[in-house]
């Protein structure tokens, strides 16, 4: 089945350290592949997303995630946090015509 | 308004209570979705609409009823919820042929006494 794995429930970084959240997909074919953001209290907000092409994607709020076929990632990258980057984190992978949502990494910054 | 707005954002009922929440989107797109969010547990889409037209429902109890009544609004009628039904409600809309680029409302917070 389909599925897309968020190993890291829970993270806390101090602010202006480095981020990574994990995102690890299932299946083999080239996924479309996405990263959202929750506030709390509020929506999903589309961070980036890949679809094809350079493996680096750029998105908004200065985060990145690089997309690696051989290990079956999609990591969300930020060089340095902002307090105002706490919040929960969602991975998703496009398949057929609908959107698998990993269980989500909440993230927790330290002044 | 832009992007997809959703009233309203808190709704306490009760279990015999009906009541209806409302998605709009701003965005020109013809597909619109629910799902629900619960804590602890992934999103779970509950109804897709595409043009207009019920093409999902995902197992959802009866007390839950969507309706479309055209390409920009979207609601789901509630009645008769159980206190499990207690969640946050998120609405979606993308275009069709690109149906997982997803952009949500801001959800309605539901709390079923």
């Known amino acids: 089945a389909q599925s897309v794995t968020q190993p890291d429930i829970h993270i806390t970084v101090s602010e202006g350290a480095s981020l990574e959240l994990r995102c690890n997909y299932s299946y083999g074919a080239t996924p479309y592949l996405f990263w959202y953001v929750q506030s709390p209290g509020q929506g999903l907000q589309l961070l980036l997303k890949y679809f094809s092409g350079d493996t680096l994607v750029q998105g908004i709020k200065g985060f990145e995630a690089e997309f690696k076929r051989s290990q079956s990632s999609f990591n969300l990258r930020k060089p340095s946090v902002h307090w105002s980057d706490a919040a929960e984190y969602f991975c998703?992978?496009?398949?057929?015509?609908?959107?698998?949502f990993g269980t989500g990494t909440r993230l927790q910054v330290f002044p | 308004e832009t992007g997809v707005t959703q009233t309203p954002r808190h709704l306490v009922m009760g279990m015999t209570n009906k009541k209806s929440l409302k998605c709009e989107q701003h965005l020109g797109h013809n597909a619109m979705y629910w799902y629900k969010q619960s804590a602890k547990k992934p999103l779970e889409l509950m109804f897709v609409y595409s043009l207009e037209e019920r093409v999902e429902n995902n197992s959802v109890p009866s007390r839950f009823s969507p309706e479309c009544p055209n390409s920009s609004h979207l609601f789901l009628h509630l009645h008769t919820l159980q206190p499990e039904d207690s969640a946050l409600y998120l609405c979606?809309?993308?275009?069709?042929?690109?149906?997982?680029?997803?952009?949500f409302g801001p959800g309605t917070r539901l709390t079923v006494t």
């Open positions: 979606a809309s993308s275009l069709r042929d690109t149906s997982y680029e997803q952009y």
């Open positions: 998703a992978r496009g398949h057929t015509d609908k959107l698998i």
